[in-house]
């Protein structure tokens, strides 16, 4: 399949390390001018169209959320003719409810990363974009995932704000506690700069974002801790739904 025609890319994120069902699958090993992008893109078809998968943490989950060069992953398919993506971030819920389980499709974002290189602005000589950012998300693409979900009887919250973190460790009560004042409803570590970089590259934006877990001091249970089996066992489950919306989306 000529890659120049596809028509949508998937981000996997954790716990999504392929899309199932992409069938005359071809694997190409893009580099950028950023280095390389955290895994083969995987392109074949879905629904009869052309879609591109890219495992955000590296196929075997080996990089951390600080350590992925968003800038390649997104250079990558923009190379390929990638103009819509769609990203699938692991979160932890903070509004009542966002318990785990929960797919929601976003509406903004706080980012509260640091140290990330997060622009194609970087070179000397070159113009400098300030991308309009008001609306992260693109709202077509967004609509688009909450009919699909409709279609598909797969329930999703529409909208809430996403909190990027740095990560690679959890919160603690009073970082959930000011998020939740600041009007986050979700917290994740991989948002951005991906949403950011994919708005200067033009490309249509919008993320499926899958609850692990309650965040530190939410939910019925604040006072119990985090386990990491609740959060693979809760991904498990959720994340099985994600290919579905995908190819309700692209069934249209
Ligand atoms: N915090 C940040 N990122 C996450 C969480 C969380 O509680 N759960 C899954 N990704």
């Known amino acids: 399949m000529n890659p120049a025609a596809i028509d949508l890319a998937v981000i996997g994120g954790t716990g999504v390390y392929a899309f199932p069902g992409l069938q005359h699958a071809r694997r190409h090993r893009v580099s950028t001018r950023w280095g390389e992008p955290s895994s083969a893109i995987v392109v074949g078809e879905v629904e009869g169209k052309c879609v591109a998968f890219l495992a955000r943490h590296g196929e075997g989950h080996t990089l951390a959320p600080h350590r992925i ?10 190379e390929l003719g990638v103009r819509r993506v769609v990203g699938v971030n692991a ?8 318990g785990p389980r929960v797919l929601a499709i976003p509406d903004q974002l706080i980012d ?18 300030h991308a309009e950012f008001g609306e992260p998300y693109t709202e077509s693409l967004r609509r ?3 009919e699909a979900a409709h279609r598909a009887r797969i329930a999703v919250v529409a909208g809430g704000c996403y909190g990027t973190t740095q990560g690679p460790r959890l919160e ?17 570590m991989t948002g951005m700069p991906e949403a950011a970089l994919a708005r200067e590259r033009g490309q249509d934006y919008a993320c499926i974002a899958v609850v692990a877990n309650w965040a530190a001091g939410c939910g019925p249970d604040p006072d119990a801790p985090i386990s990491l089996e609740e959060i693979h066992a809760h991904l498990a489950a959720a994340t099985g739904q994600v290919p579905a919306i995908v190819r309700a989306l692209l069934a249209v």
């Open 69 to 78: 060069n968003y800038r390649a992953n997104i250079d990558a398919l923009h």
């Open 91 to 98: 979160v932890g819920g903070i509004r009542e409810d966002m």
């Open 112 to 129: 509260y990363t640091t140290g990330r290189t997060s622009s194609f602005c970087d070179a000397e000589g070159e113009a400098v974009l």
């Open 144 to 146: 688009g995932l909450l």
């Open 172 to 188: 603690t009560r009073a970082e959930i506690a000011r998020m939740r004042r600041d009007g986050c409803d979700l917290v994740g």
